[in-house]
């Protein structure tokens, strides 16, 4: 199978090619013809299937036999992830000069509304500064929006869950109807709320949405990946994970260190690098040129480590990523999936670990029905070792490390967030009230 079979262009086949792309993925060859055949796409594939080609290709072959302005609009749920999309797209349509435009918080608002205004071909963008650019531009980018082809819903699960529902909704509302337009659905995890949308019955004048999903038997974690678990008290986290990484078979390897709060992320950054252990974070209160910057470094390995919170478990693309290690272990098993999905991807090797305390044996538990299997016990750390050596020179650095935050007044970011959403939520409420009295007022007179 080759992707002009698949319908696409030849020289979208050799874009594809010169990124070293020849064959097509089962999630692409299974979503390419239905796509380019005008039909809505439901698309549930493992994590690193190839679910960005299966959207973008189609949709840059399409805008190609008709350029025009705004073609799609790339909906994601983090600002990583937002920018790795738009690489590919610039990648795929090189050769035919399409414009690309990225949406999201942590960058200069006022250019992306340039930007914006400028019709793109593709817009690429987190809900809440997409949200934000439509209250505050209306209708000098409604127009453009409105005249979108497709809207691609990139990790599913996540935009549609309940935290994203308003800014979702404002995106979605500025966009043409449902029956005039396009809309694929790309996830890794197919959840009640992504699988009841397949049940809805089309549009007039559209075709029956098209359904992929991952089989029922085939296996959520690679079989190229090694789990396994330390079981230590929650209050030695640090030493522990610090005796991983410099043990001698790991001294070498990429790891992504996986937490579940951005306190924690940047206190286990700091405590690595006072360890001298090259180390970067990624977490939401980064300023996003940090954040970009934080992620260079990490793929170009410059740094061995990074620690970071969910924001780094969806859709990124990390070749070096040799090791993935739960410093805390999250609630929600597709959580874990996910996140250990960093690394073993395209067939290599890959391992995880994850650091286990007397209060997560449930949610280990719940983890191991999830993926099928049975953690192994890590053999590789001797407890008299941590103890006797690590145990002091990590906490004394950990100390350091929360002294150094409190004086850096980190958090402050989170409080400045914080009370943007609550005047927001307390804007938004005022208008709904003026527009129900402006309804009761009517409806009276």
């Given at each position: 199978m080759s992707f002009t079979s698949l319908g696409l262009p030849p020289w979208m086949a050799e874009c594809l090619k010169n990124i070293a792309i020849t064959k097509p993925s089962a999630i692409q060859e299974a979503c390419i013809p239905p796509i380019l055949d005008g039909r809505d796409c439901i698309g549930g594939a493992k994590t690193g299937s190839g679910k960005t080609i299966a959207f973008a290709a189609p949709m840059i072959a399409k805008w190609a036999e008709d350029p025009f302005g705004i073609c799609g609009v790339v909906l994601t749920p983090t600002r990583e992830l937002a920018i790795q999309i738009a690489d590919q797209f610039a990648a795929l349509g090189s050769g035919v000069g399409i414009k690309t435009c990225v949406v999201i918080g942590g960058v200069e608002m006022t250019k992306q509304s340039r930007d914006l205004k400028e019709k793109p071909h593709f817009v690429i963008a987190t809900p809440g500064r997409l949200a934000d650019e439509i209250r505050s531009n209306g209708e000098e980018i409604l127009p453009g929006l409105r005249r979108?082809?497709?809207?691609?819903l990139d990790e599913a699960d996540r935009l549609l869950s309940s935290s994203m529902a308003d800014d979702l909704a404002t995106c979605i509302g500025a966009l043409a109807p449902p029956e005039k337009r396009q809309t694929l659905l790309f996830t890794a995890t197919v959840t009640d709320s992504v699988r009841a949308l397949k049940n809805q019955a089309p549009k007039a004048g559209k075709k029956p949405v098209f359904v992929h999903e991952v089989a029922s038997d085939e296996v959520a974690i690679p079989a190229t990946l090694t789990q396994s678990y330390l079981?230590?008290?929650?209050?030695?986290?640090?030493a522990y994970l610090y005796s991983i990484l410099t043990h001698e078979d790991n001294t070498s390897k990429s790891a992504i260190v996986f937490v579940n709060r951005t306190a924690t992320?940047?206190?286990?950054?700091?405590?690595?690098?006072?360890?001298?252990?090259?180390?970067?974070?990624?977490?939401?209160?980064?300023?996003?040129?940090?954040?970009?910057?934080?992620?260079?470094?990490?793929?170009?390995?410059?740094?061995?480590?990074?620690?970071?919170?969910?924001?780094?478990s969806r859709g990124l693309d990390i070749p070096v990523v040799e090791m993935v290690i739960n410093f805390e272990i999250p609630a929600d098993p597709d959580d874990y999936v996910h996140r250990v999905?960093?690394?073993?991807?395209?067939?290599?090797?890959?391992?995880?670990?994850?650091?286990?305390?007397?209060?997560?044996?449930?949610?280990?538990?719940?983890?191991?029905?999830?993926?099928?299997q049975k953690m192994e016990q890590y053999g590789k750390i001797d407890d008299d070792d941590v103890v006797n050596n690590t145990l002091r020179p990590v906490s004394m650095a950990k100390r350091e490390a929360i002294m150094d935050m409190d004086r850096d007044g980190f958090g402050e970011l989170r409080k400045t967030r914080e009370k943007k959403r609550r005047l927001k939520e307390a804007a938004s409420a005022a208008v709904k009230n003026e527009k129900k009295k402006h309804r009761k007022k009517k409806g009276s007179s």
């Open positions: 979108a082809k497709f809207l691609v079981f230590i008290p929650s209050y030695v986290r640090d992320a940047e206190q286990v950054r700091r405590t690595l690098e006072k360890m001298e252990i090259k180390t970067v974070s990624l977490h939401s209160e980064m300023p996003q040129r940090e954040r970009i910057n934080a992620l260079a470094k990490f793929r170009a390995e410059v740094a061995r480590v990074l620690v970071a919170t969910d924001v780094a999905g960093r690394t073993a991807r395209a067939g290599r090797r890959g391992e995880s670990i994850s650091l286990v305390s007397e209060q997560d044996v449930t949610l280990i538990q719940g983890i191991e029905e999830r993926v099928g």
